[in-house]
């Protein structure tokens, strides 16, 4: 299983990034698919969920409004959209197919810095 994460970087505060997760190794068009998060210190946050066919998306309430989930299964890559980014959205960025079981399989995840 290989998922790989980018688009990450230094936004200012406002700002947006849209983030891509290449995946491989595993069904993913029949999976469903999570972007989750880390900041410094803290635990893994489940920030959205798609469904397999990608009709069905939810966001966390901090994140609903600011941020949309999509996929593109012609090419197995997962987006996420933010926008009216914070400083507290400063952390790593990771999609999985795994969010809630024992393991959780990512890959190295892509860092967003909001600051000024």
């Known amino acids: 299983v290989q998922l790989q994460a980018s688009g990450g970087g230094l936004v200012q505060p406002g700002g947006s990034l849209r983030l891509s997760c290449a995946a491989s190794?595993?069904?993913?068009?029949?999976?469903?698919m999570y972007w989750v998060r880390q900041a410094p210190g803290k635990e893994f946050e489940l920030i959205s969920t798609?469904?397999?066919?990608?009709?069905?998306?939810a966001h966390a309430a901090s994140y609903k409004g600011r941020f949309t989930t999509t996929r593109d299964n012609a090419q197995n890559i997962l987006y996420l959209q933010m926008s009216s980014l914070k400083s507290k959205d400063t952390a790593d960025y990771y999609c999985?197919?795994?969010?809630?079981?024992?393991?959780?399989?990512r890959g190295p995840g892509t860092l967003v810095t909001v600051s000024s």
């Open positions: 190794g595993f069904p993913f068009s029949r999976s469903w």
């Open positions: 798609i469904s397999p066919d990608g009709r069905d998306a």
């Open positions: 999985t197919p795994d969010w809630g079981r024992t393991t959780m399989r």
